[in-house]
Structures are given as structure tokens and as C-alpha cells.
């Protein structure tokens, strides 16, 4: 069995994008994120923490606007567009969950979709369906990268992806689409999930459940892709997949933590970096 390793996969890419963060320096062009965090929400605060990290090393600039609980979602979507204006910012990434009481589809569509790290404006999840990616949500990219990185090709497969979000189930769908695999997605109301994830020559569940997904469900030498990240009441992480068991019938699985966190966290830069090169007409 194959352990599809996020953190050798990112490191490869890490290579490539240092050249390209190098070459945008050479130019005069420091490639830039400004991320904002409304509220305290711990997790997120985490998240920004471990980004300013990473983008030291890497050398991309971070740029944060913390806003308060109270911030209104007009006062957000002015923040944005200032964001927008200014040349020094190519990429926006708004840190969610936004608190309830902001209207996150009219943040979303603030953003500047040549901005739009995150790829969740409407503008670019249609252009995404329409087969002409441009900016793609760090998820879903990530998952490609490490396929792609493991040599294993989705053209001709049978895929199942079991949830349907906007950052996750449906714009990885459309990805897989367009590189000819044959996609069904489940969610909540699919009956039947088992039969249904048996057919599957590559699973990918992104749920939010601890070992929902156990050997009897894969088809033996599947390839399993677990995003799912959960908390156990021992405070360890779990997958939504039981590791131990599915480990026994697939020809490659993910580990959680290690297999497709590292990859949404590098993809965030380096989209950032590919969206500095497009600004700059270096891409
Ligand atoms: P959402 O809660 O937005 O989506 C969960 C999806 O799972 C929904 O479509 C829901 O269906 C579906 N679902 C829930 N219960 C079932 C069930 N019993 N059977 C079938 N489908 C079900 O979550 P996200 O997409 O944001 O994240 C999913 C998981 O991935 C989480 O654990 C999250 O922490 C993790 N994650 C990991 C990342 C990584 O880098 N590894 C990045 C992003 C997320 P319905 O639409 O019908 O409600």
C-alpha cells in the first residue's frame, strides 16, 4: 500500500516555487497575501499563525487586517476593495468561518476574482465548471498536486466524492471532470453510500466524520483521498476514514494528519505566486 505523503509531495513542489518566487524578486515584484481574520474564532487564529510561518520561509509576504467581531459586512467589503486597489496585493484570502452575522456571499463577491486565492468567487468556480481554471480553492488543488506527484492518473476512473462544499466536494468534481474521470458525488442524502463507494476506483471523502468510511466500503485496490479533519475526544486527529482497516484493501491511502493538510497549506502560496505572475505578466 501507497501512504500518499502530503508533506514529501509539498516539498517538492516548495523547489519550484522558491525559483518562481525568486524570479518575480528579480522583477522587482514581492509577491504578496493579505488575509483577514474578522473575530476571534481560535482555529482560524491557529491557521493565520502557521501561514506567516510558512510564508516567512517561503518569502511571500503576509499581509493581516484583523477586524473585530462587530466589523459589519459593509465595513468588510470596504476593507476589501482598498485591498483590491492596491497593486502590492495580488492575492486576498478572507479567513472563514466569517461570524455569523456577515454576509459572506457579498465579502466573496468583493474580492477582485484576479485576487480570489482562495477561488471562491462565483466568477471563478464558473470558470472552473466551464473547464478554464483560473483561480482554484487550495483544497481540491492540492489533491491533483499530490495525484499528480504519486504518478496516479483520474482519466478513465470511476471517482466518488462524498460531500459536496463549496471549497472541497464541488470544485474538486469539476477538477476531476475536467481531467476525464467519470465523478459522482454523494452527500447527506445519497442513499446507499456504501454500494456506491464500492464502485470506486478513487474515493475521496470529505465529511467532517471520524471513521465513517471502513474496509467494507472501498473497492480493493481503490486509491483513498481523506480531507477530512477531525478532533478525537483524545485529542489526537482523525480522518473521516478508519486508517487501520481501509489500509488493509487500498492500493494508496492518505494519512490524516500528513496527507492532504500540507498540500492545502502550500497551494495557498503558491496560487498566491501564480496570481503575483499573472498581475505582473510574468505567468
Ligand atoms: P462541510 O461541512 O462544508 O461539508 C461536509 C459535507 O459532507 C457536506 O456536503 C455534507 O452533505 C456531507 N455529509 C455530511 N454527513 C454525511 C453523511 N453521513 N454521508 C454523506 N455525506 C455527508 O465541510 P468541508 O467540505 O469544509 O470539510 C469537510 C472535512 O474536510 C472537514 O473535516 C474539514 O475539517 C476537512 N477539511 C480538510 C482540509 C484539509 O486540508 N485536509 C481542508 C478543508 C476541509 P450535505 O451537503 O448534504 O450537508
Avoid at 185 to 207: E, N, S, Y
Avoid at 234 to 243: C, E, R, T
Wanted: aromatic share 4%; proline share 5%.
Amino acid at each position: 500500500m501507497i501512504i500518499l505523503d502530503g508533506k514529501k509531495a509539498s516539498q517538492g513542489l516548495v523547489t519550484d516555487l522558491k525559483q518562481k518566487i525568486t524570479q518575480l524578486k528579480a522583477t522587482g515584484t514581492l509577491p504578496t497575501l493579505a488575509a483577514i481574520l474578522v473575530g476571534d474564532d481560535p482555529a482560524s487564529q491557529i491557521y493565520l499563525r502557521s501561514k506567516k510561518k510558512r510564508a516567512a520561509k517561503l518569502g511571500v509576504r503576509l499581509v493581516t487586517t484583523k477586524l473585530p467581531d462587530a466589523t459589519s459586512t459593509a465595513e468588510l467589503t470596504t476593507i476589501i476593495q482598498k485591498l483590491n486597489q492596491d497593486d502590492h496585493i495580488h492575492a486576498i484570502m478572507l479567513e472563514m468561518p466569517l461570524p455569523a452575522h456577515i454576509n459572506s456571499q457579498q465579502a466573496i463577491l468583493a474580492i477582485d476574482p484576479r485576487k480570489d486565492v482562495d477561488g471562491v468567487h462565483p466568477l471563478n468556480l464558473g470558470y472552473l465548471f466551464s473547464g478554464h481554471a483560473h483561480a482554484i480553492p487550495n483544497t481540491p488543488y492540492g489533491i491533483l498536486k499530490l495525484l499528480d506527484h504519486y504518478h496516479l492518473s483520474v482519466k478513465h476512473q470511476n471517482v466518488v466524492v462524498v460531500g459536496r462544499s463549496v471549497v472541497v466536494g464541488r470544485p474538486l468534481a469539476a477538477l476531476l471532470l475536467n481531467q476525464d474521470a467519470t465523478v459522482t458525488i454523494a452527500h447527506r442524502f445519497t442513499t446507499d453510500l456504501t454500494k456506491l463507494t464500492q464502485q470506486a476506483d478513487i474515493l475521496v471523502t470529505a465529511v467532517g466524520q471520524p471513521n465513517m468510511i471502513s474496509a467494507e466500503a472501498i473497492k480493493p485496490g481503490a486509491i483513498v483521498i481523506d480531507v477530512g479533519i477531525n478532533r478525537l475526544a483524545n485529542g489526537k486527529l482523525a480522518g473521516d476514514v478508519d486508517y487501520a482497516s481501509v489500509a488493509r484493501v487500498a492500493r494508496a491511502l492518505t494519512p490524516v494528519p500528513g496527507g492532504v493538510g500540507p498540500m492545502t497549506s502550500l497551494m495557498l502560496f503558491y496560487q498566491t505566486v501564480q496570481l503575483a505572475r499573472r498581475q505582473t505578466n510574468h505567468g
